[in-house]
């Protein structure tokens, strides 16, 4: 998917290559956890169930990370 990405012909293919690559990436780690987690499929807003409130939760902090890092640099 990574090379077909680089050589997308327009925005449309492009947006299609990673929605592919999102399913991937959330089959493999529904099926990376525990017993008795399960992973019904993304859902952002609200979350329905701990998995996702968790990758949300998750996300939140991350982003929190990458925007104070950026400021720190200087960045707008």
Known sequence: LRLQAESAPNHDVLLGLEGTASRRWFA?????????WALPGRV???PT???N??????YV???GRVET???????D
């Open 69 to 75: 890092a950026c400021r720190a640099w200087g960045l």
């Open 28 to 36: 493999v780690l529904g099926a990376a956890l525990p017993a008795g």
């Open 53 to 58: 409130a968790l990758l949300s939760l998750g």
């Open 61 to 63: 902090l991350l982003a």
């Open 49 to 51: 169930d701990p998995v």
């Open 44 to 46: 952002k807003r609200p």
